[in-house]
């Protein structure tokens, strides 16, 4: 067996913690529901997430566009070799902004790890492929400036939450994104996936028709092009997801299984698309174990031992 494990994860009954910090954290998970839906824009989640320990660095571009820009987060302790994470909003193609998802960012430099956090160009402006290329064009300039960052080449991990899980997908499994950015073999140490949409056709009747033309719609399928040289994997769905069904991420982990390529698929029970991506904040982890479990699987994989004493530390083990 070449899946690591698959685990069903029960959700916290809310109301279970009665802190003040429970019960500040619960006002923000309402305000949240009340404001974001199939993955909108939820800015109001960087609020409550410290930005004292990292530089951030706004609106680099990596392309000609206004959209074509990107944000990275250099920890304040990064050590030479960092890994790095570049993390793929999600929007249904149509919609987000990567100011939005500084929370994401936030918590992952507490573990050390550089973030970049891409825009990319939308729906109606553009239709599939525009974005995985913008998505490609991203990926080449945090290569290229790497060294720079402080970042080990061969510590990168494409990370997304649902359209931008299968943007970095298509970016980690269809090989001919980066290799018009001149990038031969796999450059990448990991994919984590959040509640992506990696095998879902038919289309129904909607926007997505016109996002995906027809002629195109079997090379917008990330399942299609899981070969043996796929990183290790980790995907996470919520069990309660009816904007990604999660037989998306189930799909394709019996694939890369199927390749024998490494893979942990991790469902949680009773969770929704929404959930998944706000666990990231770091005031609302006890929403799910995203964060705890995408922490873990990046410095496992990059070997970040010193990192993984840090957490264990911070986390009273």
């Not at 839906?37 to 680099?60: F, G, M, R």
């Not at 990319?120 to 790497?146: C, H, K, Q, S």
């Not at 929704?272 to 873990?296: C, I, W, Y």
Request: with cysteine; net charge negative.
């Amino acid at each position: 067996m070449h899946v690591r494990q698959i685990i069903s994860f029960p959700a916290r009954p809310f109301g279970a913690r009665t802190t003040s910090r429970f019960a500040a954290a619960s006002v923000a998970v309402l305000l949240m529901v009340t404001t974001i839906s199939a993955c909108s824009p939820i800015a109001l989640l960087n609020v409550s997430s410290s930005s004292s320990h990292y530089d951030k660095t706004e609106n680099v571009a990596y392309g000609d566009g206004p959209r074509q820009q990107l944000d990275v987060y250099k920890p304040n302790t990064t050590v030479d070799a960092a890994p790095m994470v570049i993390f793929f909003y999600g929007g249904g193609w149509r919609d987000g902004d990567k100011a939005d998802y500084e929370f994401v960012a936030s918590a992952l430099t507490e573990a050390g790890i550089v973030v970049v956090v891409p825009d990319y160009r939308l729906f109606p402006d553009i239709t599939f492929p525009a974005f995985v290329e913008d998505g490609a064009m991203a990926v080449n300039w945090a290569l290229d400036n790497a060294e720079r960052l402080g970042v080990d080449r061969s510590q990168v991990f494409a990370m997304g939450h649902s359209a931008g899980a299968h943007i970095a997908a298509l970016l980690v499994l269809d090989k001919r994104y980066l290799s018009s950015q001149n990038f031969g073999g796999q450059p990448f140490a990991g994919l984590i996936g959040l509640s992506g949409p990696y095998d879902f056709l038919p289309l129904q009747n909607g926007y997505l028709q016109d996002v995906f033309p027809q002629a195109l719609r079997d090379a917008s399928q990330p399942i299609n092009f899981v070969t043996t040289d796929a990183p290790t994997t980790l995907l996470i769905h919520g069990t309660d997801d009816t904007t990604v069904l999660p037989k998306n991420s189930h799909n394709l982990a019996e694939k890369l299984q199927a390749q024998g390529v490494q893979t942990t698929l991790k469902f949680y029970d009773d969770v929704g698309h929404a959930r998944v991506v706000a666990a990231l904040a770091p005031k609302l982890q006890f929403l799910a174990s995203t964060m705890n479990d995408t922490k873990e699987f990046i410095l496992r994989e990059s070997g970040e031992a010193a990192h993984m004493d840090k957490m264990a530390l911070e986390s009273g083990n």
